[in-house]
């Protein structure tokens, strides 16, 4: 059964930090990995996608890498600001008996301080 | 693309009536999913949908819910008989090929379910 930790539950950083947000699973059999921020009281927005075969993926300040072997990813998150404030997700696709379910981690919220 | 709506925002509800949700997909995405999340804890798979077929259910889906996508547009989830434990906010996603093929997802803003 797949299961996926986020570590650290909560960060404050101030602004202007750069930072990395730590995502790992248990099982390295996955189809992709996505990071997906959440505002409070709203839905998920997807940030990044990085299929199985990839080892990162980046999209302006942010930059996800994966390890498949060791079951680890990072958010690496440069130059924060205040808007960067929200909780970050992270959440695996496995191919176990070709379900679409994608399995997710708990969070990291995130502060940025002004 | 005007993004993933759902319907109603809140819903204040009594133990033991029944409640259903409305969720409108990314118009040319063919996959919707229906997941549960609770304060704290991240997003837990229900169901999911590819056209109006129903093709996966998670054992958190209890025989008092029931999903459907009657023409592969537009889905509703229904519970029955709520109970308090049943307080959570409700997400719907979308996607045009599914996880399997690399598709993200793209999430609704939820409807967020108290049960008193």
């Known amino acids: 059964k797949q299961e996926v930790t986020q570590i650290p539950a909560a960060l404050s950083v101030p602004e202007g930090e750069n930072l990395v947000l730590n995502c790992s699973f248990t099982?390295?059999?996955?189809?992709?990995l996505q990071w997906f921020r959440q505002d409070p009281g709203k839905g998920l927005t997807s940030l990044l996608l990085?299929?199985?075969?990839?080892r990162e993926q980046t999209s302006g300040r942010l930059n996800a890498s994966l390890d498949k072997s060791s079951g680890r990813s990072t958010l690496y998150i440069a130059a924060s600001q205040p808007g960067d404030s929200a909780t970050y997700l992270c959440a695996v696709g496995s191919p176990q008996g070709g379900s679409e379910k994608l399995v997710f981690g708990k969070g990291t919220k995130l502060t940025v301080n002004p | 693309d005007t993004g993933v709506s759902q319907d109603p925002r809140h819903k204040i509800t009594k133990r033991g009536q029944n409640v259903t949700f409305r969720c409108d997909p990314i118009s040319e995405h063919n996959r919707l999913y229906w997941y549960r999340q609770t304060l704290g804890q991240g997003p837990e798979f229900l169901t999911y949908f590819q056209n109006e077929a129903q093709l996966e259910k998670s054992r958190l889906l209890s025989d008092r819910f029931s999903a459907e996508r009657p023409k592969g547009s537009f889905s509703t989830l229904e519970i029955q008989r709520t109970e308090q434990g049943d307080s959570a906010m409700y997400l719907c996603?979308?996607?045009?090929?599914?996880?399997?093929?690399?598709?993200?997802?793209?999430f609704g803003n939820g409807t967020r379910l108290t049960v008193t």
């Open positions: 996603a979308s996607s045009s090929q599914g996880a399997t093929y690399n598709s993200p997802l793209h």
């Open positions: 099982d390295s059999a996955i189809y992709n």
């Open positions: 990085i299929q199985s075969s990839q």
